[in-house]
């Protein structure tokens, strides 16, 4: 799965960009906390990156 396709999920389940830097931070509302994703939008995202980010935002990804 690539990063565009992790936001494109996590915007359709309420998450919201908050604020950049050298990673942009996302806010998901399911669990109440912030988490890093990457600016890499082409690339493909390590599996072990996903699930962090799944666990996280309390998306299944």
Not at 4 to 9: A, I, N, P, T, Y
């Amino acid at each position: 799965m690539k990063y565009s396709e992790v936001e494109r999920k996590l915007k359709k389940h309420g998450c919201c960009y908050k604020r950049g830097g050298a990673h942009p931070v996302w806010f998901s509302p399911i669990t109440q906390k912030e988490f890093l994703l990457s600016n890499h939008q082409s690339e493909e995202v390590r599996q072990g990156t996903l699930m962090q980010i799944s666990k996280l935002s309390g998306v299944k990804l």
